[in-house]
Structures are given as structure tokens and as C-alpha cells.
């Protein structure tokens, strides 16, 4: 026999605690003038108890108990609750005027990934987001996305889905806040650049906890999130406070040429950009910020002097020996010949796919 499902109950009303007071006085054959004179309360201040128009503080819950023999905390508990459910339902009213800004976010997406919970209650499904987000109201998280001096300060790109792009961007956002971090330190990041520029000859399970270290060392986290299915972008840079610096890079099967030059084209962010900048790398090259970035990467890993000679490679063999050669993977040596030529299928088994595993 199958167990019934459960249905959470919420009412959308609020029953004021006066009620109960009336009919308390009710069963006592006490009239409103009788209650008053007891109490040393006002008739007007017990008919606005009554309908919910005044709340039942502690000294007249403390009252009540001496006249009626309920006591105090009974009306002290029926004055939370009530207040508590009457705050309920006007955040639930106020909550119907944003259900288009709802539609605009990737609930179902972020309910897969067990982020948000999954409910056919619209309401609730609002509040889950705006607590995802952390924020307490719709006007709130325009604030902080889409106000026009927010907007002036980030990539273009975002426009297109601010929605799904900010649930990217909020991932990344929440793994940074478990992640301690050193304050930001220009010349120690660097350091960090370097040695984990060594690390790309190592597999993820190698180099993907060093290289987090090394960046939290230095005051930069390293978030790793999946792609968004509207936002399938290769990484973003946000500083969370001046002291703190977050790179973002999306997880997903791809070749280990563009993970890496992602990395490092978001690190060129950090040295380089405003700490007020909201920089996301799409792979093009449109805005002057993403063409240095670009310029920084490609240079630390493979400087431009070498690429003549690396358009000239005819085997792989060549290929492994110079990356031997400069302390890189080969895979990276493989994408610049292929981002050179343009020749997109030559050596391309040289280049590790890397498979993350998502938790």
C-alpha cells in the first residue's frame, strides 16, 4: 500500500488573535463595556484588538490572564502567529506582481541541479529563487543584476539572458563563500600564474585542487561551475569585495586548450581590469577588456615569438617535444597550431578532453 502524499498547508488568510479574546468574553457572558472596565483597557482599544487592528502587547496579555484565567502566554503565542502569518500572506500578495520576472529565470534548471526545491507552487517557487539569490524582493535583485550602473560596468553579453546569466554567475558566487580565502595579493597571483601553468601536463584530480589553493592563497577564488543551456559561456571575473577576487569557468567536456587559455584570459581580468567590473568571456573579441585578456593568456602560456615555428609543425611528435620544451601540455601547443592554421582537425587527439565529474 502506497503512503498519501503530503501537501504542505498555507492558508492565505490571517485569523487576528481578537477573535478568539471575543469569544473568550462570549463564554464568560462578559459584554466589550464589562471586559474594558476589568481589564482598564478602552472599549476603541478592545474593538481594534478584536478585528486585528491592534496587536495584543505583554502587558495587556498579562491582563487578560488575570480577567479570563487564559494565560499570558497563550495570547503572547496567538499575537506571533498571527503576525507572523499576516506577514505571509501580504509577502505572498506583493509576490503575484512578479511572477513574469519568474518566467525570466532557469527555475527548472536550477531545480535539477538541486538548488532550488521543486514545487508547483508558483509562490513558493518565487520565494526559493529570490532566498537563491539572496535577496528579499524582485526590486531588490534588479538592483544588483540590472540597474544601469551595474550594467555599464559588465560585458554586453549578459543582456541577452540576464536571467540564466545571473543564476550562472550566483553559483559561482555561493562556492566562493565556503572557500577561504587570503586578501588579494598582485605580485603572490602571479606566483600562482606561474606554477600552475606548470600544472597543465597534470590531470583535473591533480591540478584542479592545487590550483585552487594557489589562487585562494593569493586572495582569488577559483569557482567551477556548469554551463547555463542559454549561457554556454567560457568564464566570467567578479571581485566579491576589493580583497577578494572570484574566476568562474564553466565545466563541461571540452578540449584542455581552451580550459586552460580560459583560465588564464580571466586571470588577465584580475591583474589588469577594475575590481567593479563584471567581465564574462564569450569567445569573442568585441570589447577592448576581452581583446588584452586574450593577449595576456595566449602570451603566458605560448609567447607570440614562437608561433612561426609552431605553424610549422607537421607531427605530433613536434608537438610533445616543444610543449616538453616551454613546461606546458602538449594539448595547448595542439590549439595554437589549430587557432594559427585554422586548421581545426590536425592534431587533434593530442588534445585531452577533460570529463568533470558534477556534485
Not at 176 to 205: G, H, W, Y
Not at 246 to 259: N, S, V
Request: with cysteine; net charge positive.
Amino acid at each position: 500500500m502506497k503512503a498519501k502524499r503530503k501537501y504542505k498547508f498555507e492558508p492565505d488568510y490571517a485569523v487576528p488573535p481578537g477573535q478568539t479574546l471575543q469569544e473568550v468574553m462570549e463564554s464568560l457572558d462578559m459584554s466589550q463595556k464589562e471586559l474594558a472596565i476589568r481589564t482598564g483597557l478602552t472599549v476603541q482599544s478592545l474593538i481594534r484588538i478584536f478585528k486585528g487592528e491592534q496587536p495584543i502587547s505583554y502587558e495587556s496579555a498579562n491582563r487578560f490572564e488575570l480577567v479570563t484565567g487564559v494565560p499570558a502566554s497563550f495570547w503572547n503565542n496567538l499575537e506571533a502567529q498571527y503576525q507572523e502569518q499576516r506577514a505571509k500572506v501580504i509577502e505572498r500578495e506583493r509576490f503575484r506582481k512578479d511572477m513574469e520576472w519568474l518566467k525570466t529565470i532557469p527555475t527548472k534548471e536550477l531545480a535539477e541541479r538541486g538548488l532550488l526545491k521543486e514545487t508547483t507552487d508558483e509562490i513558493e517557487m518565487l520565494r526559493d529563487t529570490l532566498a537563491f539569490y539572496g535577496v528579499s524582493s524582485v526590486e531588490a535583485w534588479r538592483e544588483i543584476w540590472t540597474n544601469p550602473a551595474v550594467a555599464a560596468r559588465r560585458s554586453h553579453c549578459f543582456e541577452s539572458q540576464p536571467g540564466s546569466a545571473s543564476a550562472w554567475i550566483r553559483q559561482g558566487e555561493l562556492q566562493s563563500q565556503k572557500i577561504v580565502c587570503k586578501p588579494f595579493d598582485k605580485t603572490l597571483f602571479l606566483k600562482a600564474l606561474k606554477m600552475i601553468r606548470s600544472l597543465t601536463c597534470e590531470e583535473p584530480e591533480r591540478f584542479e585542487p592545487e590550483m585552487k589553493r594557489l589562487c585562494a592563497d593569493a586572495g582569488v577564488v577559483l569557482a567551477l561551475v556548469p554551463e547555463m543551456r542559454k549561457v554556454p559561456w567560457n568564464g566570467a571575473t567578479k571581485w566579491l569585495s576589493p580583497q577578494k577576487a572570484m574566476i568562474l569557468l564553466c565545466l563541461r567536456g571540452r578540449g584542455e586548450d581552451k580550459f586552460w587559455f580560459s583560465f588564464f584570459h580571466e586571470a588577465g581580468h584580475v591583474l589588469h581590469d577594475g575590481k567593479k567590473d563584471l567581465l564574462i568571456n564569450n569567445g569573442t573579441r568585441n570589447e577592448p577588456r576581452e581583446g588584452r585578456a586574450d593577449e595576456f593568456a595566449a602570451e603566458f602560456l605560448v609567447p607570440a615569438r614562437y608561433n612561426e615555428k609552431i605553424k610549422a609543425f607537421s607531427s605530433d611528435r613536434e608537438i610533445v617535444g616543444f610543449a616538453k620544451e616551454l613546461g606546458v601540455s602538449p594539448g595547448i601547443v595542439a590549439g595554437r597550431y589549430q587557432f594559427l592554421t585554422k586548421r581545426w582537425t590536425h592534431f587533434k587527439k593530442t588534445i585531452r578532453t577533460f570529463q568533470w565529474k558534477v556534485t
